[in-house]
């Protein structure tokens, strides 16, 4: 399975960005998806996730009520509002290992290549 995420760019603090990502395979629709990301120096940070049917999901907390997880069929989309520079950092879209959404970079198995996104204040 191959992921392909995009839509990352530069952006003024208060903008809004929506990233998308794309599985090869129709075989991640029954698996949950999560977009992680990834500042300079830093660990790569879980953002938010989305159970296989979109029933549920979870956001870290300092998203929530500003990011909105997605799907639709093989797509998978991270609509980013009120930006902040702090969101800085390199977006990588996951698929899970099973159909749940969870938090732990060690529990999904497909990763994309990354998108940046660049937040100027």
């Known amino acids: 399975v191959q992921l392909q995420a995009s839509g990352g760019g530069l952006v003024q603090a208060g903008g809004s960005l929506r990233l998308s990502c794309t599985a090869s395979?129709?075989?991640?629709?029954?698996?949950?998806m999560g977009w992680f990301r990834q500042a300079p120096g830093k660990d790569r940070e879980f953002v938010a996730g989305?159970?296989?049917?979109?029933?549920s999901t979870k956001y870290t907390d300092s998203v929530k009520g500003r990011f909105t997880i997605s799907r639709d069929n093989a797509k998978v989309y991270l609509q980013m509002d009120n930006l902040r520079p702090d969101d800085t950092a390199v977006y990588y879209c996951?698929?899970?290992?099973?159909?749940?959404?969870?938090?732990?970079?060690?529990?999904?198995?497909?990763w994309g290549q990354g998108t940046q996104v660049t937040v100027s204040s």
């Open positions: 996951a698929a899970h290992r099973s159909s749940h959404a969870s938090t732990g970079v060690q529990d999904y198995r497909y």
């Open positions: 395979k129709r075989t991640t629709s029954n698996n949950g």
């Open positions: 989305i159970s296989w049917n979109g029933a």
